[in-house]
T-cell receptor, first 114, second 115 residues
Framework: DTEVTQTPKHLVMGMTNKKSLKCEQH?????MYWYKQKAKKPPELMFV???????INESVPSRFSPECPNSSLLNLHLHALQPEDSALYLC?????????????FGPGTRLTVL | DQQVKQNSPSLSVQEGRISILNCDYT??????FLWYKKYPAEGPTFLIS?????DKNEDGRFTVFLNKSAKHLSLHIVPSQPGDSAVYFC??????????????FGQGTELSVKP
């Protein structure tokens, strides 16, 4: 089983709202990731958590705040977003073992900021 | 600077024939490469990977070839099926002990397999 789940599937929010995206995996993976994908573009890395600690922040604006409550859960808290933040937000996880650390992706949350 | 490039935005192939998707990279520090398949508004689905110490990996209809001297890899799909129609992303990363690595994606190639 290589399933990563994400909720909600779709989210519409105003620029003054606060909302959260959730991601869950039960594969025992030790790293979890947030990517952002705009239309017709490849996914771009935002954050990496390794063993529940933030290990990579790709200079993401502070209006995006990640949280890893435990090894199975990853949240992305959103506040005061801009319309240009509208995108597909993808969560992924990986084992952190072996020569190839395959990342498995969830279905994504389609975010629209009005 | 694009470290991973897929120079063909689209590819059209007849059902039953071979599909060849190409990918070039510039960073010789990449340890492994992966191919993902993606439908619109869905997450990428992992297809196949290859370590930099190998030159070929095969899984069913999918084979990935790596030419390190040319910094080039390719994905072969044989035989191609209409259900293979999707966007294919090549991705690369470097292995870091005890830490998740950043996947660098190419721009993607949209494959269309016609019946």
């Amino acid at each position: 089983d290589t399933e990563v789940t994400q909720t909600p599937k779709h989210l519409v929010m105003g620029m003054t709202n606060k909302k959260s995206l959730k991601c869950e995996q039960h594969m025992g993976h030790r790293a979890m990731y947030w990517y952002k994908q705009k239309a017709k573009k490849p996914p771009e890395l935002m954050f990496v958590y390794s063993y529940e600690k933030l290990s990579i922040n790709e200079s993401v604006p502070s209006r995006f705040s990640p949280e890893c409550p435990n090894s199975s859960l990853l949240n992305l808290h959103l506040h005061a977003l801009q319309p240009e933040d509208s995108a597909l937000y993808l969560c992924a996880s990986s084992q952190l073992e072996g020569l190839i650390d395959t990342q498995y992706f969830g279905p994504g949350t389609r975010l629209t900021v009005l | 600077d694009q470290q991973v490039k897929q120079n063909s935005p689209s590819l059209s192939v007849q059902e039953g024939r071979i599909s060849i998707l190409n990918c070039d990279y510039t960073n010789s520090m990449f340890d492994y490469f992966l191919w993902y398949k993606k439908y619109p508004a869905e997450g990428p689905t992992f297809l196949i990977s290859i370590s930099s110490i190998k030159d070929k990996n095969e899984d069913g209809r999918f084979t990935v070839f790596l030419n390190k001297s040319a910094k080039h890899l390719s994905l072969h799909i044989v035989p191609s099926q209409p259900g293979d129609s999707a966007v294919y992303f090549c991705a690369a990363s470097a292995r870091v002990d005890n830490q998740g690595g950043k996947l660098i994606f190419g721009q993607g190639t949209e494959l269309s397999v016609k019946p």
